[in-house]
Every structure is written in structure tokens, then in C-alpha cells.
């Protein structure tokens, strides 16, 4: 049984200039003890999907989904209450902005105390040995003296990883991590990256990491889903996705990679991700598509086969070239 | 330190040092954290200095020294000639625009009761006597300059991505048309294609108006891309400086090839050797004796525990180790 299962979830934003579709039937899997990458343009609405799995967007997103399953439970019928004692514990997430998820009134010992106080009960001391080991397993130095630390008193990195630590206090079974490792160094994002992999092996946790870094995805990731402007363009295994890619928008975002680049000037995909107001009528993409035929501008694509990184595209690429309509049916 | 600096160089470092007093609980002694320990370096008209190195070793320090939000405990810093020590205030003001920051946390930077549009025209409405007719303008230009929809002008920070944001950061910190922008981890919160085309604005941007750098980066990937000059440092030193060629190609100090080594390769094939770093990080409150990476250095020998090694020439770069 998946761990989690997330079938055709929308998410649609109340705005003053009107409705916006953020997430557009997007559906996740994550099996236990699975690495699984969202990549995409910003904006894709990577973290929103994972901000409503976690039950956190504010009242003016109205989500919807066929299915919303963790661990067995429909997270859709589930009480707040029985939903808030899942939400921390078993399923918890390391959000994107470090800074502005902890709060700047408490220490460090006493915002990771807290975690482990309310979901398993804690008392004082364990608590401290518990946050001691955290702090040493994320890689801080000093922990001891880190306990009394308010969060202006540490570095981008430090409070990523106090983060970090936080998010593993009451030992998931799955870690949804937003952009774990933007404000830290190589070697200490490789320890880190250690660390959720071997917690993964030895505990069977299962880890959503949603990152722009490739080369992380390439190292960490066993499966890896591709999102466009709310929907999910391509997905498939890490490796075949790297050495042939099948949507148009993946094959552009390979294609910037500075490591790849052949020129001072990086390739881009030119123009914008759509905004509200100009949504296209045809495929998501085909303002920006190289490839774009006649039939991209007017009608959605369909989701081609697994083969085929199920891209959504009506002429799904086969080494950087489009195969053809055939194809895509 | 005597050097004469080149007439062309924006930014000149000399020594710098920065030191912060820190409390570690209620009733415990104040002890002092070195963030950064004599660092120097100079940056010329159009160039970007890359600075990198572990989380805490002084790089975000070293950005707000030189955009003098905060100033050096000791050492000098000298903008366009002038030393803005002993400059008269209204100089200090002047400096002060021509030196303009990305922070590395763009939720933090914006305020969430401005509008993007508002954002952008500030620096303008509190430095210069433009109408609001010419901000609105010049913020709109801005805006598409850095590829923000028009749609996004009276919007509030919280309607977007990570990425959105960071544009916003550096389209604000451009308005002023700054000579040098310190830029904090600018393209790590961006995704892929749209960090591509702000390094591809970046470059423009240098070319247009002759903008110099200073790119605290993590990403070695980007800093390979993007630099002239590689700056690592270490626990608050400089341990090595050069070319970017001379960096990447022939890396020289123990630390900096740990560095290249543990970055992730975009290759899900490919087989690299790690470079484990052996060690804890070390405590910003007790830096080890000798030099400051001896107790992760695979190569560390007796004299590095006890005399802390200078930057030297050596194989066409600076770099601070008794091995190599
Ligand atoms: N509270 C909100 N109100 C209105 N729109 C919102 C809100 N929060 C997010 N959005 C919009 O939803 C879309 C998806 O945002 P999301 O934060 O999920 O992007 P993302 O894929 O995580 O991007 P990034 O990689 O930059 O973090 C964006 O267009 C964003 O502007
Ligand atoms: N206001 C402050 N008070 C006390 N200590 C500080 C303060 N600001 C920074 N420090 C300390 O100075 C050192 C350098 O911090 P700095 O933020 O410059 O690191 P950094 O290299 O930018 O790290 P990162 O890559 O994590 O952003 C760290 O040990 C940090 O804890
Ligand atoms: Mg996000
Ligand atoms: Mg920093």
C-alpha cells in the first residue's frame, strides 16, 4: 500500500483579480521508504500541493481531490484534531523559508522541545537528549550551546538545519522537504542529504524532496515528477529521465543547467510561466514550445505512456526531437 | 598592508574583521563569535568575485561589512577611493547607494504591507526627486527588465513563489543603479530555467552598466559559470583566492577540493569520488589553534595545529596552507 496517495488534487486561490488554479490534477505516490523529487518552474505550485497535503494553506484556497490518503487514513474525512496529531508527527515537512518558520521569540531548545512534548509526551529531560542528539545528527556544532539560541543569532544554514532537526524530532514516516539545502554549503548539504538517506534506509521513511537543484535530484532521488504551471508535465525514474527527457519543458530545464551549458550565455526557455489571465486554451506550454504545432494552441494534450515519462504533450520528444502525434495517443 | 589601489577598483578590502558578542544563555559570560577574521580582497568595475564556503563561515558577514549595513571591527574598507571609516556622513550616504545588497532570505527583505510596485519605488521615493509618474515608470521597466509580469505591480510579497520573490529582491536592489550589488545566495531559491535567465540578466546587467559583483554562492555549478574570481573561505578566512580557471582546474587547498568534490553532479550516472570531510564543524566560539581547518584535514600536518598559515602565492593563486 502507498504511504501516501494523492489523486487529481486542485487547489484553487480566491485572489481579488478572481479564481487561480495554483495546483491543476496533480497526483502523487509516494511509496514507503521511496525518494520521490518534484521539480519545476517556480510558481508550478510544488509547495502549495504539499502545503495542502499538510493541511496548511490559508482559508482562501479551496482544495480538492478524488483521493487523499496517508498511511491508510482519508485525509479529507479526517477531524482537525486527529489531523493535527498526524500533521508533525508522522507526516512533517521542512518548509522552504527556514527564517520565517521559526519563531523569533523562542530559543532553539524550546522550539524543538515543544514538538516532542506534544506529539510523544516528553518529559524535560528526555526532551533535552532527544533535541541534543537532533541538533548533533543535522550537524551543529556546539549543541549544548545552541539550545539557547534565538533564531537571529544563527546563520541561513544553522536554521535550516535546526529546521532540519525539528521536522525528524518525532521520527516520520514521511518527510516532505521544500528546498532543504538552498542556504547550505556542498559539504554540509551532503551530510544532510546522508542523513535523510540513511534515516530513509534504516527507519523506511519516505522522503518528498521538492528542489531546483538537479544535481541533488540526480544524487538522491529514485523517481522524480515534473510540474508546469500547476500541472505535472513528465514523470518517470531518475535516470531515464536525465538521458532522455520527454516533455519539452523538462528537456529546457536540463538544457540551463550551467554544467551542461556550451556558452557564457545560458539556453533559456523564453517567455513566462502563464499568468491567471492568460491561461492558454491548448497545452500550458506551447507559448514557450519550440516544437508547438497548430493543435498545441487549441487543445490540451493527453498524458502520453509510462514509456513516454507519461508527458503531457501531444508530441512527446525522443532525443530532443518530437516523435509525432502517434505517439502521444 | 600598504597596496595602492587600481584606479579601476570599486571595492577594496583590507583586513577586514568582524566580531560579535554574544550571550549564550541567561547567566552565562558574553563570549565573542570571529565571523570573519582579515579578510581582504579588491573588485574591479564589471568583475564578479565569487564567495563561497561552509554555512557560518562569514560570507552573509562579509556582504553586510561591504554594503555597510554594519561596520568592521577592524580593518579598512575603501569604496570608489574613498575610506568609508573616516568619510563625512554625507559621503557615507553617497557610498551607500552605489553598494546595494540581495539578502539571501527574500521573504524577510520585503516588506508584506508594500506592494510589489511600492517595493520597487521606494529606494527612489527616500534617494531621489522623482515624480510619481517617472517611479512608476522606472519600476515598471524594472520589473520587466527582470521578468515580472505587469499584473504583479499591486500585489503583496505573500501571492508569490520563492522565486517570484527573489526577482522582486533584485529588480529592488537594481533601482538605484547601483555600481556594485552584493548579491546573498541570489539564484539558489530560483528553479532552473528562471535562474538561467537571471544569470543571463545578471551578465547583461554587468556588461550595460559595468556592475561589479560580489556572489555569495554555495553553488559551485553557478559560481563556475558566473565568476571571475573565487574567493573560498573558512571559518571566518580567506584560505584561498584566484581565477576561477586556477580554482576549478588545479584546486589547491585541502578545503576547496572538498568543496568541488561534495558537490551534487547533475548526472544520475555518474560514479565521483567523495571527499569525506573527516570531523565536526568546528565552534565559531573556540576556532581550533593553527589553521582553522586542521581538525577536518586529511593532509594536516604538526605545524597546522599550531601556526596558522597566511595566504601565499602559490601556483598562480593565493592560498592560505602549510601542505601545499
Ligand atoms: N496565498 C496565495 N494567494 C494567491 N496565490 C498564491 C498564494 N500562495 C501561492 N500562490 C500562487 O500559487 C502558485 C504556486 O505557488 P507555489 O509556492 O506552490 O510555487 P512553487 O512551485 O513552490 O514555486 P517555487 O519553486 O518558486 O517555490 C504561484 O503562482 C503563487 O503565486
Ligand atoms: N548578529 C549576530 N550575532 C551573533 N552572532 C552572529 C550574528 N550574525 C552572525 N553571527 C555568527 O557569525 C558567524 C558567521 O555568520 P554568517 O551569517 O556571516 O555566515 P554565512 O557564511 O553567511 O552562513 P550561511 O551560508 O549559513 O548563510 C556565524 O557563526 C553566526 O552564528
Ligand atoms: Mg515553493
Ligand atoms: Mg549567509
Given at each position: 500500500m502507498a504511504l501516501l496517495e494523492i489523486?487529481?488534487?486542485?487547489?484553487?486561490?480566491?485572489?481579488?483579480?478572481?479564481?487561480?488554479?495554483?495546483?491543476?490534477?496533480?497526483?502523487?505516490?509516494?511509496?514507503?521508504?521511496?525518494?520521490?523529487a518534484i521539480v519545476g518552474e517556480s510558481g508550478s505550485g510544488k509547495s502549495v500541493a504539499m502545503l495542502a497535503v499538510m493541511g496548511l494553506l490559508p482559508w482562501t484556497a479551496d482544495v480538492t481531490a478524488d483521493a487523499m490518503l496517508f498511511d491508510g487514513q482519508?485525509?479529507?474525512?479526517?477531524?482537525?484534531?486527529?489531523?493535527?496529531?498526524?500533521?508533525?508527527?508522522?507526516?512533517?515537512?521542512i518548509f522552504q523559508e527556514p527564517m520565517s518558520s521559526l519563531n523569533p521569540c523562542f530559543t532553539v531548545g524550546f522550539q524543538i522541545g515543544e514538538a516532542l512534548k506534544t506529539h510523544l509526551g516528553m518529559d524535560k529531560a528526555q526532551r533535552k537528549v532527544r533535541t541534543l542528539e537532533l541538533l548533533d545528527q543535522v550537524g551543529i556544532t556546539d549543541p549544548e550551546r545552541r539550545l539557547a539560541a534565538f533564531p537571529h543569532q544563527l546563520s541561513g544554514g544553522m536554521s535550516q538545519r535546526v529546521m532540519i532537526a525539528m521536522a525528524l524530532s518525532c521520527r516520520p514516516k514521511l518527510l516532505i522537504a521544500d528546498e532543504p539545502s538552498t542556504a547550505l554549503d556542498v559539504t554540509i548539504q551532503a551530510q544532510i542529504l546522508d542523513l535523510l538517506v540513511s534515516l530513509k534506509r534504516e527507519t523506511g521513511m519516505a522522503l518528498v524532496l521538492i528542489t531546483h537543484d538537479m544535481g541533488v535530484v540526480a544524487e538522491t532521488a529514485e523517481r522524480v515528477i515534473v510540474q508546469y504551471a500547476g500541472r505535472q508535465v513528465e514523470q518517470s525514474a531518475t535516470i531515464p529521465l536525465f538521458a532522455d527527457p520527454h516533455h519539452p519543458y523538462t528537456h529546457g530545464l536540463l538544457a540551463a543547467?550551467?554544467?551542461?551549458?556550451?556558452?557564457?550565455?545560458?539556453?533559456?526557455?523564453?517567455?513566462?510561466?502563464?499568468?491567471?489571465?492568460?491561461?492558454?486554451?491548448?497545452?500550458?506550454?506551447?507559448?514557450?514550445?519550440?516544437?508547438?504545432?497548430?493543435?498545441c494552441h487549441t487543445t490540451p494534450p493527453p498524458k502520453a505512456g509510462a514509456a513516454m515519462g507519461e508527458a503531457l504533450c501531444w508530441t512527446p520528444l525522443v532525443n530532443g526531437m518530437p516523435v509525432g502525434k502517434g505517439a502521444a495517443a | 598592508m600598504n597596496a595602492i589601489p587600481k584606479p579601476s577598483a570599486i571595492l577594496e578590502a583590507r583586513a577586514l574583521s568582524r566580531q560579535y558578542i554574544v550571550r549564550r544563555g541567561m547567566f552565562?559570560?558574553?563570549?565573542?563569535?570571529r565571523a570573519l577574521e582579515g579578510v581582504s580582497f579588491s573588485l574591479e568595475a564589471g568583475k564578479t568575485l565569487a564567495v563561497v564556503g561552509e554555512s557560518g563561515s562569514g560570507k552573509s558577514t562579509l556582504g553586510r561589512l561591504v554594503t555597510m549595513i554594519e561596520t568592521p571591527s577592524s580593518g579598512a574598507l575603501i569604496i570608489n577611493g574613498k575610506d568609508v571609516v573616516e568619510a563625512d556622513p554625507a559621503t557615507r550616504e553617497r557610498l551607500r547607494r552605489e553598494i546595494q545588497i540581495v539578502f539571501q532570505n527574500p521573504y524577510g527583505s520585503l516588506n508584506p504591507r508594500q506592494t510589489i510596485g511600492m517595493a520597487l519605488e521606494e529606494p527612489l521615493l527616500v534617494n531621489t526627486d522623482m515624480s510619481a509618474r517617472d517611479r512608476e515608470a522606472a519600476a515598471r521597466a524594472?520589473?520587466?527588465?527582470?521578468?515580472?509580469?505587469?499584473?504583479?505591480?499591486?500585489?503583496?510579497?505573500?501571492?508569490?513563489?520563492?522565486?517570484?520573490?527573489?526577482?522582486?529582491?533584485?529588480a529592488r536592489a537594481l533601482m538605484l543603479n547601483p555600481k556594485l550589488l552584493v548579491l546573498d545566495e541570489p539564484v539558489s531559491a530560483l528553479d532552473v530555467s528562471i535562474r538561467a535567465q537571471v544569470l543571463n540578466l545578471l551578465k547583461d546587467l554587468q556588461e550595460e552598466f559595468g556592475l561589479a559583483y560580489l556572489f555569495i554562492s554555495h553553488d559551485l555549478s553557478v559560481v563556475k559559470h558566473i565568476s571571475d574570481d573565487i574567493m573560498v573561505i573558512y571559518l571566518g578566512h580567506a584560505v584561498e583566492i584566484g581565477s576561477r580557471e586556477a580554482i576549478f582546474t588545479n584546486p589547491q587547498h585541502p578545503y576547496t577540493r572538498a568543496l568541488l568534490a561534495a558537490t551534487p553532479v547533475a548526472d544520475p550516472g555518474h560514479k565521483k569520488e567523495r571527499i569525506i570531510l573527516s570531523g565536526e564543524l568546528p565552534s565559531p566560539f573556540e576556532p581550533p589553534s593553527g589553521c582553522p581547518f586542521h581538525p577536518r584535514c586529511a593532509q594536516a600536518v604538526a605545524q597546522c595545529k599550531v601556526d596558522a598559515p597566511v595566504l601565499e602565492q602559490k601556483s598562480g593563486r593565493s592560498v592560505a596552507c602549510w601542505v601545499v
Open positions: 489523486r487529481n488534487l486542485s487547489v484553487t486561490f480566491r485572489t481579488r483579480g478572481g479564481l487561480f488554479k495554483a495546483v491543476d490534477g496533480v497526483d502523487i505516490v509516494v511509496e514507503p521508504n521511496e525518494v520521490l482519508d485525509l479529507q474525512t479526517l477531524k482537525p484534531a486527529e489531523r493535527r496529531k498526524i500533521i508533525g508527527k508522522d507526516m512533517s515537512m543547467l550551467p554544467e551542461r551549458a556550451t556558452s557564457s550565455r545560458l539556453p533559456t526557455i523564453p517567455g513566462m510561466v502563464p499568468g491567471q489571465f492568460n491561461r492558454p486554451a491548448g497545452c500550458l506550454f506551447a507559448p514557450r514550445c519550440a516544437h508547438a504545432s497548430a493543435i | 552565562s559570560p558574553y563570549a565573542s563569535v524594472m520589473m520587466a527588465r527582470v521578468g515580472l509580469r505587469p499584473e504583479f505591480y499591486g500585489r503583496y510579497p505573500h501571492m508569490f513563489s520563492g522565486g517570484q520573490r527573489q526577482r522582486i529582491a533584485i
